[in-house]
Nanobody
Framework: QVQLVESGGGLVQVGGSLRLSCAAS????????MGWFRQHPGKEREFVAAISRAGGRTYYANSVKGRFAISRDNAQSTVYLQMNTLKPEDTAVYYC?????????????????WGQGTQVTVSS
């Protein structure tokens, strides 16, 4: 079992920045690839970013590439999502997820554990 708790969401103006954190407990964190997903109202949850177990590989959705950065601290069992140059379309609930089986993936179905989500609202 892995428990994930996101934090750092909130209200920010267009062009601003936020850093989301996801603290993990339970199963060894360093054995899990981690991902961030987001869900807009009425839409399916979509991939945002992912990072491999050791942090050497990262992947991003085209919509956030160059603006968002995923990182992890295995000693602190935490994964981060630095979000810069935020746009109104980034408004969503953001979820972190752990993949303990397959390895780093952009596919939602390959993640085994999910946090409860944190709301990010970008105002214009």
């Amino acid at each position: 079992q892995v428990q994930l708790v996101e934090s750092g969401g909130g209200l920010v103006q267009v062009g601003g920045s936020l850093r989301l954190s996801c603290a993990a407990s339970g199963r060894t964190f360093s054995g899990s690839a981690m991902g961030w997903f987001r869900q807009h109202p009425g839409k399916e949850r979509e991939f945002v970013a992912a990072i491999s177990r050791a942090g050497g590989r990262t992947y991003y959705a085209n919509s956030v590439k160059g603006r968002f950065a995923i990182s992890r601290d295995n000693a602190q069992s935490t994964v981060y999502l630095q979000m810069n140059t935020l746009k109104p379309e980034d408004t969503a609930v953001y979820y972190c997820a752990a993949d303990v089986r397959v390895g780093v993936s952009i596919r939602r179905g390959e993640y085994d554990y999910w946090g409860q989500g944190t709301q990010v609202t970008v105002s214009s």
